[in-house]
């Protein structure tokens, strides 16, 4: 499945200036470790904390939009200042953030420590994968909600970023090294482009942040078991009749 699409509102805000903030960041980076710096979490525990919706949202406005105050950050997700200063302590507990120079208090910028985070896609140890499952059940959850936002929005924005959009999806018969061969095909594509997160710099000026979302798994039962028909179509208790039934796949 590919999915790309602008994220905007409380996800994507590029209105703060950068240029007061480069002077304690290595190599002009948003992230203290530096452009490419990735956080790996195999503490069940840490897995568990991070799966917060308020949380990931700070880390990704941390990424995105450089040191941010728990005030800032407040304004920016709609929530209160006491609310963002307590889950950027508890990101700083776990190693995912820490505060910058200047400022004290709820005005002390805080900022992410790595760029991205890997978490392990499978685990020997039940507690580990149990920690891991919830964490990317969560984060599947804010995902989708990115691209609800975007569909919802879409009608509004400008027909070239309507047409530029990615919107699909591929039945692909492959053998485990063939996917996996497929996912480093795809990172040597997004990495020409990487940089630009973390280095406001080298973002065009008419660019966007977009989020392109993977998946790439095996289908499990059969193709479309448990879908449920929209809840608007006033069809829902209507079977559908072999005249009315599409192939999967290629949905655009």
Not at 54 to 64: A, E, Q, V, Y
Not at 241 to 249: E, F
Request: glycine share 8%.
């Amino acid at each position: 499945m590919r999915l790309a699409a602008g994220v905007d509102g409380q996800i994507g805000l590029q209105s703060i200036l950068w240029k007061d903030s480069f002077a304690y960041m290595p190599e002009k980076s948003i992230a203290a470790g530096g452009p490419r710096s990735i956080k790996r979490i195999t503490d069940p525990k840490a897995l568990r904390a991070l799966a917060h919706p308020i949380r990931m949202s700070l880390i990704g406005l941390l990424r995105t939009e450089g040191p941010l105050t728990a005030t800032r950050a407040a304004e920016l997700l709609g929530e209160s200042s006491a609310t963002c200063s307590f889950h950027l302590r508890q990101l700083g507990k776990y190693g995912m953030a820490e505060e910058a120079t200047g400022g004290q208090g709820r005005e002390r910028p805080w900022q992410a420590t790595t760029m991205s985070t890997d978490v392990p896609d499978f685990a020997d140890d039940p507690d580990l994968a149990a920690a891991s499952g919830l964490y990317r059940s969560v984060l599947a959850e804010r995902y989708f909600d990115w691209l609800k936002r975007w569909l919802d929005q879409q009608p509004a924005e400008p027909a070239e970023w309507q047409r530029a959009e990615l919107f699909g999806d591929k039945l692909l018969y492959l053998t485990v090294r063939e996917l996996s061969e497929l996912g480093q095909k795809l990172h040597d594509v997004f990495d020409e482009y990487v940089d630009r997160t973390a280095r406001p710099e080298l973002r065009p000026p008419d660019s966007r942040l977009i989020s392109v979302l993977q998946f790439a798994f095996p289908v499990i039962g059969p193709l479309g078991a448990g879908a449920k028909p929209p809840s608007n179509t006033g069809q829902a208790d209507e079977p559908a009749t072999s005249g009315q039934t599409r192939p999967a796949g290629d949905a655009r």
